[in-house]
């Protein structure tokens, strides 16, 4: 990961979002290898969209599976970035970036409260709006257990204009 070959870079990226896929043992040695300390700066506004597309490929499967889920205290630091990367005109990067939100929202309150306090509602919100199923099927998964929380998690979705975006998705014309 720190090579100065971005291509090696990248392929690295590539085999550990593999390697992480592989399920909940495999998640947790890459996941205690340090791949989030490595990660993380290479995420800046110079990355190539390809690369940038792995990474967050590879930071979903990080926040994935559960029994048990992972672990919490290093799943926590991808949060700021993934709610970050909403932000994204990449439809495969929101996508990644959702579905790493809904799995860490599928779990406790506290998780959840995590995810809410990095700025993501509104961001999840606004993407139920957009007329692409890979983004809103994950956003809507993610809001969907937001609300799932406490009342005051559950306040956060209404101020972000959630009921009506929810009604639009009643109306939708994709499957």
């Not at 590539?14 to 300390?37: E, F, K, T, Y």
Request: glycine share 4%; proline share 6%; aromatic share 4%.
């Amino acid at each position: 990961l720190q090579s100065k070959s971005i291509n090696l870079a990248e392929q690295a990226v590539w085999a550990l979002g593999n390697i992480a896929s592989d399920g909940v043992a495999a998640r947790d040695i890459v996941i205690h290898h340090n791949v989030i300390d490595g990660i993380l700066p290479l995420i800046n506004n110079e990355t190539p969209l390809s690369f940038l597309r792995n990474i967050v490929w590879l930071m979903s499967n990080l926040c994935r599976n559960k029994n048990p889920s992972p672990p919490f205290e290093q799943v926590r630091r991808l949060l700021p970035v993934l709610s970050q990367l909403l932000l994204s005109q990449d439809i495969q990067v929101l996508a990644d970036a959702c579905w790493a939100l809904s799995y860490v929202t599928d779990d406790d309150k506290s998780k959840i409260q995590a995810v809410v306090d990095s700025d993501a509602v509104p961001r999840l919100v606004n993407l139920l709006q957009m007329d692409e199923p890979s983004v809103i099927f994950p956003a809507l998964r993610s809001v969907g257990n937001i609300v799932t929380g406490t009342d005051e998690q559950t306040d956060m979705v209404i101020a972000a204009e959630g009921l009506p975006r929810l009604g639009l998705l009643l109306q939708h014309n994709k499957s």
